[in-house]
């Protein structure tokens, strides 16, 4: 089985611009979780999408936001970006119900200049 | 918030015996995870606890207390390639599609 995907694996954008990336889960997987990991902070919970619905959601800014479709693939979105958004994302995926273990997808690193 | 606490960073020799120790708060708690993070790349999935014990799974094995909040990551024979950053993990709540991470253990394995 393919492996949790994320495009695009590195992006460079000024303050103010947003961004969106994107992540495929393992296929069959129908939970998509998306994290931000900084070295200060480490790994923070951004927000969790179950068949097309959010269903946990972390202590972020409005300005973070996602979506998942019906094929389960997840899109995340920053708007108005700060210098700290610099940050690893990470989106996870698992079945959603039951065995919950969550397989990590090689991340997008993002940069604000 | 459920804090995870583990510590920053541990050296160890190559060949020997590490544990690396998690608590947790306990209010809410489904389950604990272990990842192993190499520098630059994602964390890779190493354990589940879920009940009271010792899980093992060829050099590493993964130990929880509910009563306690505690949890240990145990790796034997260590190797160079074991040199990475361990994150503990717990998940609370009706799902565990938002794990609480700990900051990560640096290890840093030596010959």
């Known amino acids: 089985k393919a492996g949790v995907t994320q495009t695009p694996r590195y992006l460079i954008k000024t303050r103010g611009q947003q961004v969106t990336l994107s992540c495929s889960p393992i296929s069959g997987h129908r939970s998509v979780s998306w994290y931000q990991q900084t070295p200060g902070q480490g790994l923070q919970f951004l927000f969790e999408?179950?068949?097309?619905?959010?269903?946990n959601k972390g202590n972020f800014p409005g300005r973070f936001s996602g979506r998942q479709f019906s094929n389960s693939r997840s899109e995340m979105n920053v708007s108005t970006l700060e210098l700290g958004d610099s940050a690893l994302y990470l989106c996870?995926?698992?079945?959603?119900?039951?065995?919950?273990?969550?397989?990590f997808g090689p991340g997008t690193r993002l940069l604000v200049l | 918030g459920q804090n995870i606490d583990q510590p920053t960073e541990m050296t160890a020799t190559e060949g020997a015996i590490v544990q690396i120790n998690c608590t947790y708060q306990t209010s809410g708690f489904n389950g604990l995870f272990w990842y192993q993070q190499h520098a630059g790349e994602a964390p890779t999935f190493l354990s589940y606890n879920v009940l009271d014990g010792l899980e093992e799974k060829g050099r590493f094995s993964s130990f929880l207390s509910r009563s306690k909040g505690y949890s240990y990551l145990l790796l034997k024979e260590l190797q160079m390639k074991d040199s990475a950053s361990y994150l503990c993990a717990g998940g609370y709540g009706g799902s565990q599609g938002n794990l609480i991470f700990g900051k990560g253990t640096k290890l840093s394995v030596k010959p």
């Open positions: 999408y179950f068949s097309e619905t959010q269903r």
């Open positions: 996870a995926s698992s079945l959603g119900t039951g065995d919950e273990t969550q397989y």
